[in-house]
C-alpha cells in the first residue's frame, strides 16, 4: 500500500497511486513498507537480463498487478526496438570507475527508462480502478521532457498526450524530435511564450474544477507524467540491480561487497530510486549527490539548511538547472522514519519562506548516507576533454558533472570503494557544449545544429544516437501554434469539446 508523506490520505494500491500522480491535497505517495530482498536473492540476479531483474524488484511494490501485466509491461517498455541491444549497459574507464549509461532509450536521455513503463502501468491501473473516462496527459515542457513523454504515451490505449512548449524556445533538433512523433494519441503545441507560461496555463487548467467538471461529463480525465508520480520512480530502483549484478558477473567485485553510486541530481528521482535500492538490501556504500552551478542540495546536505532564496543559472547541464527537488519530500520522509509533522513543517516552510531547516539528527543521517558536491560549467568542459583524451570515451555535460564531482570525492575522503556513475544523457543531446569541450568554441562557428552532430561524430567516431539522427529528413507531423492565452481553446479542440 501507498500512503501520504503529509499523511493527508487514505493509504492506496499501486494502481491509485500511479492514477493520481500526486496526493490531491499536497504530499507524495511512498510505499507503506520497503520491500528487502536477501544477500541469495540479490545474488540470484548475476547474469539474468535486465528484464528478468526488472520483473523481481517491480512486483514487490505492485501487488495489485499481476504477473503477467507486470511482464507484459515490461516487454512493451525494455525491448530491442525501443533500447537496441542492452538496457543499462556498463562502461568501466582505465581508472576502474563504472559508467551506467542510461540513455538507450528512443530519446537519448535516461527519463525513457521511466517513461517508456510508466504509460504501461498507468493503463492497466484505469482499468483497475475502473476509470472510464478517457485520460488526458498535459505536459509543459522546456524541451527534453516532452519527447520522452510523447514517445512512452504514444499509442498507448485509454490516453491521449498533449505537449505544450515554448515556440522557438527550444532547440530545433527538441522541436524536430517533438513534432515528427508518430501515433494517434500525441498531440504537440507551440506556444507563443516561454516555458512558464506553458506551465502556468497547465497549472491553471489542472487546478480549475469547473473545468474539469465539464472534461469529465465528457469522458475525459486530466493527468499528468511528473517525475513524482511513483510510477516512474519505481522503474528507475532496478537499474542499481542490473548494475550491481553486471559489476559482479564482470568479477571486479565478489557479491556481497559494496558499491557507491554517483548520480548527477535536478529532482532527486534518481538518487532517491538509489536510495530505496540500498533500504531494500543492496549493498550501497555512499550515494553522491552531484550538483552544476544551481547547487541548492550541496548546501542542503552540507549545512542542513534548504533555501531557494538564491539566484538561478542557466547552465551547460540543463536538466540539472532546478531549485525545488520535488522527491527530497519522499527522502525526508523515510529517514525520520515518517514523521509526517516534520514534513508538514519543512514544506509549509519551503512553500511560504522559501527555505527550512532539518534537525542535528536528521543531518546526520543524511550526512551517512550521502556525499554531495558540484561541478561548475568549467569543470564540466575539462571533464569531457579530460576522460576522452585518457579514455577516448565521450561524456555528456550531466555525467561529467558526476565525474567531476567523484574526483572530488575521493580526493577529500580516499574512499576507494568500487564506484559506478549513472550516465544520464548521450553526448548528443547536448553536442554544442561536448564539442565546444572536445575541440574549442571555434569548432562551433557559422554552423547549424545538424552539421554540430556531424562535428561530433568526426571528432570521436562515435556513432549518432538513432533518435536524433536525420531528424531534418522525417516527416513533421505537428505543425499546431496557438497564443499564451490560447491554451485551453486548443485542448477544447483537441477534445473536440465544442
Ligand atoms: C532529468 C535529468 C537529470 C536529473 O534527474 P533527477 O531524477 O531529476 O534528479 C539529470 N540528467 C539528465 C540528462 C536528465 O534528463
Known amino acids: 500500500m501507498y500512503i501520504s508523506t503529509r499523511g493527508n490520505f487514505d493509504k492506496v494500491q499501486a494502481a491509485e497511486a500511479i492514477k493520481l500522480g500526486m496526493v490531491p491535497a499536497g504530499g507524495l505517495f511512498v510505499p507503506e513498507q520497503i520491500p528487502t530482498l536477501s544477500k541469495d536473492e540479490i545474488n540470484s540476479m548475476i547474469g539474468l537480463r535486465y528484464q528478468e ?13 499481476s504477473t503477467d501485466e507486470i511482464t507484459q509491461c515490461i516487454l512493451n517498455a525494455y525491448n530491442e526496438n525501443n533500447f537496441g541491444q542492452s538496457i543499462a549497459p556498463l562502461q568501466r574507464l582505465k581508472d576502474g570507475t563504472y559508467i551506467l549509461e542510461l540513455w538507450h532509450g528512443p530519446t537519448a536521455a535516461f527519463k525513457d527508462i521511466a517513461l517508456q513503463i510508466m504509460p504501461h502501468f498507468l493503463s492497466l491501473a484505469l482499468k483497475k480502478v475502473k476509470a472510464d473516462n478517457e485520460i488526458v496527459i498535459l ?30 524556445g527550444v532547440s530545433k533538433v527538441q522541436e524536430l524530435q517533438m513534432s515528427t512523433t508518430d501515433g494517434d494519441n500525441t498531440y504537440v503545441v507551440a506556444v507563443k511564450g516561454n516555458f512558464d507560461d506553458c506551465q502556468n496555463a497547465i497549472k491553471d ?63 532527486f528521482g ?11 538490501g543492496l549493498p550501497i556504500n555512499k550515494l553522491v549527490c552531484a550538483s552544476n552551478e544551481n547547487k541548492i542540495l550541496t ?12 539566484s538561478f543559472f542557466t547552465t551547460n547541464s540543463p536538466s540539472m538547472d532546478i531549485l525545488i527537488s520535488s ?25 511560504e519562506k522559501g527555505c527550512f531547516e532539518v534537525d542535528r539528527r536528521t543531518k ?25 583524451e585518457s579514455n577516448d570515451y565521450v561524456l555528456d555535460t550531466h555525467t561529467a558533472v558526476g565525474v567531476k564531482v567523484y574526483q572530488d570525492y575521493v580526493e577529500k575522503t580516499g574512499d576507494n570503494t568500487c564506484t559506478v556513475v549513472t550516465s544520464t544523457a548521450n553526448p548528443y543531446k547536448f553536442n554544442s557544449a561536448v564539442v565546444e569541450a572536445i575541440k574549442d568554441k571555434e569548432a562551433l562557428y557559422g554552423k547549424d545544429e545538424f552539421q554540430i552532430l556531424d562535428e561530433l561524430h568526426l571528432l570521436t567516431g562515435m556513432e549518432i544516437h538513432p533518435g536524433l539522427k536525420d531528424l531534418d529528413k522525417r516527416q513533421v507531423l505537428h505543425e499546431l501554434v496557438c497564443e499564451k492565452n490560447q491554451i485551453r481553446v486548443i485542448v477544447d479542440e483537441i477534445l473536440q469539446l465544442k
Open 270 to 280: 534518481n538518487i532517491l530510486a538509489g536510495y530505496y535500492a540500498k533500504q531494500m
Open 53 to 65: 531483474i526488472a520483473k523481481k524488484i517491480i512486483r514487490l511494490y505492485m501487488s495489485d498487478y
Open 139 to 168: 505536459v509543459a515542457t522546456s524541451g527534453d521532457t516532452g519527447k520522452a513523454a510523447l514517445e512512452g504515451f504514444k499509442n498507448v490505449p485509454g490516453i491521449k498526450i498533449i505537449v505544450f512548449y515554448p515556440y522557438e
Open 299 to 310: 548546501d542542503f546536505f552540507d549545512t542542513g539548511f534548504y533555501n531557494r532564496n538564491r
Open 327 to 351: 522527491n527530497l519530500e519522499r527522502f525526508l520522509f523515510e529517514i525520520t522514519n515518517h514523521d509526517k509533522d516534520k514534513i508538514n513543517q519543512w514544506f509549509t516552510d519551503l512553500r
Open 364 to 388: 546526520k543521517i543524511m550526512e551517512e548516507i550521502l556525499w554531495a558536491g558540484f561541478a561548475t560549467e568549467e569543470n564540466t568542459l575539462s571533464t569531457i576533454k579530460e576522460v576522452f
Open 205 to 267: 487548467i489542472f487546478g480549475d474544477e469547473g473545468y474539469n467538471q465539464v472534461l469529465n461529463l465528457k469522458g475525459f480525465e486530466l493527468s499528468s507524467a511528473n517525475s513524482i508520480n511513483w510510477g516512474r520512480l519505481l522503474p528507475q530502483i532496478v537499474y542499481y540491480f542490473s548494475a550491481y549484478a553486471d559489476i559482479c558477473m564482470s568479477g571486479d567485485i565478489k557479491a556481497g561487497n559494496k558499491v557507491n553510486f554517483v548520480v548527477p541530481t535536478g529532482n
